[in-house]
């Protein structure tokens, strides 16, 4: 018998029910996880222009932070797809990433703070995302407890 067999019958609601709590559950991308997306989205846009131009015009000036902005650009393209595509793959993927880039965002903040002169240029996550108003260092925290929260709703 297939599902479409049983959803016609009084007999197993519970197949009509378990789908739109299915969808609500993993649709990363409504609600605050739409704000997310949008955040995301512009700096996906925003970190991937920032280090393409600053590639072209001076790449010998501060390498080091201009691959740091091109894997920053790659980081947050990634989030905004995954909560984009939804899923539990996608929202653990999202999760991961979420991680990872706190991580960079830390370890990068430190390190411009610990020894600026290893960076001539400031990256997206220098000074932990100061010229950003702390935005990379907000938006990962936020996107991790939005993650977890989407997979209990």
């Not at 996608?90 to 991580?103: D, I, M, S, T, W």
């Not at 020894?115 to 001539?120: D, G, L, R, Y």
């Not at 260092?137 to 407890?145: A, E, F, K, N, S």
Request: aromatic residues 12%; charged residues 15%; glycine residues 10%.
């Amino acid at each position: 018998m297939s599902d479409t067999d049983r959803t016609g019958t009084p007999a197993s609601p519970a197949p009509q029910q378990d789908a739109p709590q299915q969808k609500q559950q993993f649709d990363l991308g409504t609600g605050p996880g739409r704000v997310l997306v949008w955040f995301y989205g512009v700096f996906t846009v925003a970190a991937a222009s920032r280090s393409i131009v600053e590639m072209i015009l001076d790449f010998g000036k501060a390498p080091l932070a201009y691959v740091l902005s091109a894997v920053a650009a790659v980081v947050y393209g990634f989030i905004t797809y995954s909560l984009v595509r939804g899923g539990e793959k996608a929202r653990r993927a999202a999760l991961v990433c979420c991680a990872a880039e706190l991580a960079g965002v830390l370890i990068v903040g430190t390190w411009t703070r610990l020894e600026p002169s290893a960076f001539p240029d400031s990256t997206v996550w220098s000074g932990f995302g100061m010229g950003y108003l702390f935005i990379p260092v907000i938006l990962p925290v936020t996107g991790m407890i939005w993650l977890r929260r989407a997979r209990r709703a």
